[in-house]
């Protein structure tokens, strides 16, 4: 009779402890912040804000974005690579944290290949080649044949050592077999480009795309895989060079303990997200296409730049200054 007095007993506990389980287990039951390594107001930022509100709607809590800027996005990187594994803390970036400055920076606070679970690659984009108006070339075979014939004349600007425009022309003068001159910048050389101070520039299609409908810009060419739906006129890199192609792109990542489950869900409601109608038209009107991706494809993605730039940084010696 006791046995069964402390059977029963043990069952009601159990029974009264499952509610206050499930209630741990669940997953989201409080805020969740998305940490970008980019300032408020720039770059993917904006993108950033929609992906919160769209999440916070679909999970039931509020989402909150938070700006962590800095040395070359590392801080707000390994903010997440630290943050716990459960599903409240989540990356907003683009590649370059893992595919560009590991060749870069040897002594990165974090590792981008164990630190970190990719949940989707949501967004992708090139770039545009451009010059000043009057510049002789008006696409990339006379601008190689110009630079052939005078090598180490023509000028193109970047954002400084190591930055996606540096690395671009890298990879052109690399494939196309010619020699170019950097010009680094600290701020954007745009105004220096229309002004013919410096000859040439990468400029993604928000900033270009106005300057070169106006004319103060030509576009020589596009730097990703397909052309642009906003200049369809505009070649690729590889109409010219077959394989040449280099393009930005954004995605999330989790830390990379982050349970199986809720990998699945986010990776599930943020394509849901990148597809909606609204928000691909969002994501198009600023010259990128909207992906979503599996957590598979988008590892793949990172997998192939990274070797792609790896081997680029060390051929040309790249270092930051």
């Not at 196309?176 to 220096?192: C, R």
Request: glycine residues 8%; aromatic residues 6%; hydrophobic residues 45%.
């Amino acid at each position: 009779m006791k046995l069964r007095r402390t059977l029963l007993l043990l069952g009601a506990a159990c029974i009264a402890a499952a509610p206050a389980l499930a209630q741990k287990d669940a997953w989201p039951s409080r805020p969740i912040k998305i940490i970008t390594p980019t300032p408020a107001g720039v770059g993917s930022d904006a993108f950033a804000r929609i992906y919160a509100d769209r999440l916070s709607k679909a999970l039931k809590v509020p989402v909150v974005v938070e700006n962590r800027p800095g040395a070359l996005s590392t801080i707000g990187t390994d903010a997440v690579a630290k943050a716990p594994a459960d599903g409240y803390t989540l990356l907003f970036a683009t590649g370059n944290p893992f595919t560009l400055s590991p060749f870069l920076m040897p002594k990165l606070p974090y590792n981008p290949e164990k630190d970190f679970a990719p949940v989707s690659e949501v967004l992708r984009g090139g770039s545009f080649v451009v010059a000043n108006k009057d510049f002789p070339a008006k696409n990339l075979r006379e601008l190689v044949q110009m630079a052939k014939a005078s090598p180490g004349r023509i000028s193109f600007a970047s954002y400084g050592p190591g930055s996606t425009a540096h690395v671009g022309f890298e990879l052109v003068q690399d494939t196309a077999g010619i020699e170019l001159l950097h010009v680094p910048y600290k701020q954007s050389a745009t105004p220096d480009v229309i002004g013919g101070q410096v000859m040439l520039g990468w400029e993604p299609p928000p900033s270009a795309i106005p300057h070169i409908r106006s004319g103060r810009l030509r576009a020589i060419a596009y730097t990703g895989s397909k052309r642009n739906p906003a200049l369809p006129d505009v070649p690729t890199l590889a109409e010219t060079y077959p394989g040449l192609e280099l393009f930005s792109w954004v995605g999330f990542w989790v830390p990379a303990a982050t349970p199986a489950a809720i990998v699945e869900r986010l990776n599930a409601e943020i394509v849901a997200i990148t597809r909606a109608p609204d928000v691909k038209s969002a994501i198009e009107e600023t010259g990128n296409e909207a992906i979503g991706n599996s957590p598979a494809e988008m590892a793949a993605v990172m997998r192939r730049e990274a070797q792609a730039m790896s081997r680029l940084i060390k051929a040309k010696n790249i270092r930051l200054e």
